[in-house]
């Protein structure tokens, strides 16, 4: 089994920043990537941003430019930077792990972004 512990959410004003941590544990052989994705109410889950062993990132349109994903392989520790925050980015943001044969979800991190 696998274990993502999610931190970091919180409320802020527009135009502030947060950073997202979510560290994986348990039975872990190998990870292929970890991410990143939010949900706001009434909608669906959408990327943020994810990024690969060997670091390859991928981001949403709306975060480019203003969000940084980052990661510790020997921890399997995963971090968004999020700057130049807007109220629309206000969700859940849900932390992942895909370890190639499953992939697995934290329990979610609500952020908050005030006008």
């Known amino acids: 089994q696998v274990r993502l512990v999610e931190s970091g959410g919180g409320l802020v004003q527009a135009g502030g920043s947060l950073r997202l941590s979510c560290a994986a544990s348990g039975s872990i052989v190998k990870v292929k990537a970890m991410g990143w994705y939010r949900q706001a109410p009434g909608k669906r889950r959408d990327l943020v941003a994810t990024?690969?062993?060997?670091?390859?990132?991928n981001y949403g349109d709306s975060v480019k430019g203003r969000f940084t994903i980052s990661r510790d392989n020997a921890e399997n520790t995963v971090y968004l930077q999020m700057n130049s925050l807007k109220p629309e980015d206000t969700a859940v943001y849900y932390c992942y792990v895909d370890v190639f044969l499953d992939d697995y979800w934290g329990q979610g991190t609500q952020v908050t972004v005030s006008s």
């Open positions: 990024v690969t062993t060997g670091g390859r990132t």
